[in-house]
């Protein structure tokens, strides 16, 4: 950990803000070349920790994207990208190699515009994408079953050969989120090139430098061919939603909130196309009796991670009721030590949220809580004591809440803050019931005194995934996605992998004697 603080070489976001600012890359990649935005418009990077300016991305506008999407239209459709296997491995690996050569770099940027404390960025937010998000989907090029022949002629005899053949789906358009842009980038753009597909990338408004980066090492040190990766930055709704609306699109990779996956789906319904929706999450722990306490509080704490800013968090903690008094106990007793601050310092557990807005509306979910009867333990509001150059970051203190039941809209509706519901369960039952008493349907998580039992209580709550006492379900290799209103279709794994195919089967006939 200290080799990546120190990595940074800085004292406060402010200090932060200004270096990587000279090194962010502000520019459009469209067609294979690095563009300014029609007009040379542009819009503002603000700093989610001190509210600064850290500088200008390009604003793209409806002519911009419709060249990405023509670029990427005729990159599929006039090149060999979607045939030639061994270029995409080739130059996917390359890419892979881009990215380390500039690790500490975009490392740095996203502690300065995404908000995340540095420790962060050794786990989900880079170092565990950057070792597999390529390399996994680039080894399925080689291992993949491409093609396969159906046993016998069916219904048609012998001579009739039949074979099941997967091809790329076409345009992919990958729409990506703050709150773990890089991660969430690697794991949509590793499968969907590895699988012959061109993408066009339009990351969240307020986290456009590292995708920028992602499109200038492209440029510079991979041989992708012109109009297969795009990069399209923009604050305009309107010119992200031509890449719903534009039939030369096949494919929307969205990775957001449930209320925009619902739009997107709906708008996409006109043209029939694809679409893979990861959206929101209200995760349960379930923590059963005879589990281990100490385990069970440290786990409560996961839920204030990136301030709470991720949708696999487990922010309802179930508890059985004989434990429920000492967990509370000992989990406000940790809330109140979780260090909150600069998310530059190595030893900052919970950094700022990304917008005003953002806070903004947590702080009104819990004011809302508050008038429905909630209690907390701990936080419920804005953070004390910051540091001067902080004051105008987006910081909300972490917070436990207790004194409502599962029926409660902040044990119902995503907060996206660094919140924790805390709710009794008399047995096991019980339990699994409040598990799935959700429209979410993400994932979750089981503290129990036996794997046996864990994997029992597991196997009947209704999410995507589920860690059972500390196991952790995380990587390329793994399926992620959820059930309900928390989406449709798996990012990563082989299952990830087969979205962004097609399905053709080819019959022919075999001269007769043969």
């Given at each position: 950990?200290?080799?990546?603080?120190?990595?940074?070489?800085?004292?406060?976001?402010?200090?932060?803000?200004?270096?990587?600012?000279?090194?962010?890359?502000?520019?459009?990649?469209?067609?294979?070349?690095?563009?300014?935005?029609?007009?040379?418009?542009?819009?503002?990077?603000?700093?989610?920790?001190?509210?600064?300016?850290?500088?200008?991305?390009?604003?793209?506008?409806?002519?911009?994207?419709?060249?990405?999407?023509?670029?990427?239209?005729?990159?599929?459709?006039?090149?060999?990208?979607?045939?030639?296997?061994?270029?995409?491995?080739?130059?996917?690996?390359?890419?892979?190699?881009?990215?380390?050569?500039?690790?500490?770099?975009?490392?740095?940027?996203?502690?300065?515009?995404?908000?995340?404390?540095?420790?962060?960025?050794?786990?989900?937010?880079?170092?565990?994408?950057?070792?597999?998000?390529?390399?996994?989907?680039?080894?399925?090029?080689?291992?993949?079953?491409?093609?396969?022949?159906?046993?016998?002629?069916?219904?048609?005899?012998?001579?009739?050969?039949?074979?099941?053949?997967?091809?790329?789906?076409?345009?992919?358009?990958?729409?990506?989120?703050?709150?773990?842009?890089?991660?969430?980038?690697?794991?949509?753009?590793?499968?969907?090139?590895?699988?012959?597909?061109?993408?066009?990338?339009?990351?969240?408004?307020?986290?456009?430098?590292?995708?920028?980066?992602?499109?200038?090492?492209?440029?510079?040190?991979?041989?992708?061919?012109?109009?297969?990766?795009?990069?399209?930055?923009?604050?305009?709704?309107?010119?992200?939603?031509?890449?719903?609306?534009?039939?030369?699109?096949?494919?929307?990779?969205?990775?957001?909130?449930?209320?925009?996956?619902?739009?997107?789906?709906?708008?996409?319904?006109?043209?029939?196309?694809?679409?893979?929706?990861?959206?929101?999450?209200?995760?349960?722990?379930?923590?059963?009796?005879?589990?281990?306490?100490s385990k069970a509080v440290m786990a409560t704490i996961g839920a204030c991670s990136h301030a709470g800013q991720a949708c696999a968090v487990n922010?309802?903690?179930?508890?059985?009721?004989?434990?429920?008094?000492?967990?509370?106990?000992?989990?406000?007793?940790?809330?109140?030590?979780?260090?909150?601050?600069?998310?530059?310092?190595?030893?900052?557990?919970?950094?700022?949220?990304?917008?005003?807005?953002?806070?903004?509306?947590?702080?009104?979910?819990?004011?809302?809580?508050?008038?429905?009867?909630?209690?907390?333990?701990?936080?419920?509001?804005?953070?004390?004591?910051?540091?001067?150059?902080?004051?105008?970051?987006?910081?909300?203190?972490?917070?436990?809440?207790?004194?409502?039941?599962?029926?409660?809209?902040?044990?119902?509706?995503?907060?996206?803050?660094?919140?924790?519901?805390?709710?009794?369960?008399?047995?096991?039952?019980?339990?699994?019931?409040?598990?799935?008493?959700?429209?979410?349907?993400?994932?979750?998580?089981?503290?129990?005194?036996?794997?046996?039992?864990?994997?029992?209580?597991?196997?009947?709550?209704?999410?995507?995934?589920?860690?059972?006492?500390?196991?952790?379900?995380?990587?390329?290799?793994?399926?992620?996605?959820?059930?309900?209103?928390?989406?449709?279709?798996?990012?990563?794994?082989?299952?990830?992998?087969?979205?962004?195919?097609?399905?053709?089967?080819?019959?022919?006939?075999?001269?007769?004697?043969?």
């Amino acid at each position: 950990m200290s080799g990546v603080a120190d990595s940074l070489a800085t004292a406060t976001s402010v200090e932060l803000g200004r270096r990587v600012a000279h090194r962010a890359e502000t520019r459009l990649f469209i067609d294979g070349a690095l563009t300014e935005a029609t007009g040379g418009a542009t819009y503002r990077n603000l700093s989610p920790a001190t509210g600064l300016v850290l500088g200008d991305a390009a604003a793209a506008s409806a002519p911009d994207m419709e060249r990405a999407i023509g670029a990427a239209r005729r990159a599929f459709d006039e090149t060999s990208w979607s045939t030639d296997r061994g270029l995409r491995r080739h130059c996917l690996e390359q890419l892979q190699t881009a990215i380390e050569s500039e690790k500490e770099d975009l490392r740095a940027e996203l502690v300065a515009e995404v908000g995340c404390p540095v420790m962060a960025t050794s786990d989900a937010q880079l170092d565990w994408p950057l070792t597999d998000s390529l390399r996994y989907p680039a080894s399925l090029i080689d291992t993949f079953e491409w093609e396969r022949t159906l046993d016998g002629g069916g219904l048609f005899g012998p001579r009739n050969v039949r074979t099941v053949v997967k091809e790329a789906a076409g345009v992919v358009a990958a729409i990506t989120p703050s709150n773990y842009p890089i991660e969430v980038i690697l794991n949509k753009i590793g499968p969907a090139l590895a699988a012959g597909n061109t993408v066009i990338l339009k990351p969240d408004p307020n986290t456009p430098w590292n995708a920028a980066r992602l499109g200038r090492l492209v440029a510079e040190k991979t041989d992708i061919p012109p109009g297969v990766f795009n990069v399209v930055t923009t604050p305009d709704n309107d010119v992200a939603g031509l890449l719903v609306d534009d039939p030369r699109v096949d494919l929307i990779s969205f990775t957001g909130s449930t209320a925009v996956g619902r739009i997107l789906m709906q708008r996409a319904a006109a043209t029939m196309k694809r679409t893979f929706l990861e959206l929101g999450g209200k995760s349960a722990l379930i923590v059963t009796d005879g589990a281990d306490l100490s385990k069970a509080v440290m786990a409560t704490i996961g839920a204030c991670s990136h301030a709470g800013q991720a949708c696999a968090v487990n922010t309802r903690i179930l508890v059985h009721k004989s434990l429920f008094d000492d967990l509370a106990a000992g989990a406000a007793e940790a809330y109140q030590q979780i260090p909150v601050g600069d998310p530059v310092d190595p030893g900052t557990f919970v950094g700022p949220l990304i917008s005003a807005a953002q806070k903004q509306k947590v702080l009104g979910m819990l004011d809302q809580a508050r008038a429905d009867g909630a209690r907390f333990l701990t936080g419920g509001g804005e953070v004390d004591g910051l540091a001067e150059h902080l004051r105008g970051g987006h910081f909300v203190a972490p917070t436990l809440v207790t004194g409502v039941d599962n029926s409660a809209a902040i044990a119902q509706d995503e907060v996206f803050g660094p919140v924790a519901i805390l709710i009794p369960f008399a047995d096991d039952d019980e339990a699994v019931r409040l598990a799935n008493d959700s429209r979410f349907g993400l994932a979750g998580a089981v503290m129990s005194d036996t794997a046996e039992r864990g994997m029992a209580l597991a196997r009947r709550v209704r999410t995507g995934a589920v860690g059972v006492n500390g196991g952790m379900f995380y990587g390329a290799d793994a399926p992620f996605g959820g059930y309900k209103n928390s989406g449709i279709g798996r990012q990563c794994g082989i299952e990830g992998f087969d979205q962004y195919l097609e399905t053709k089967t080819v019959a022919g006939r075999l001269p007769r004697g043969s």
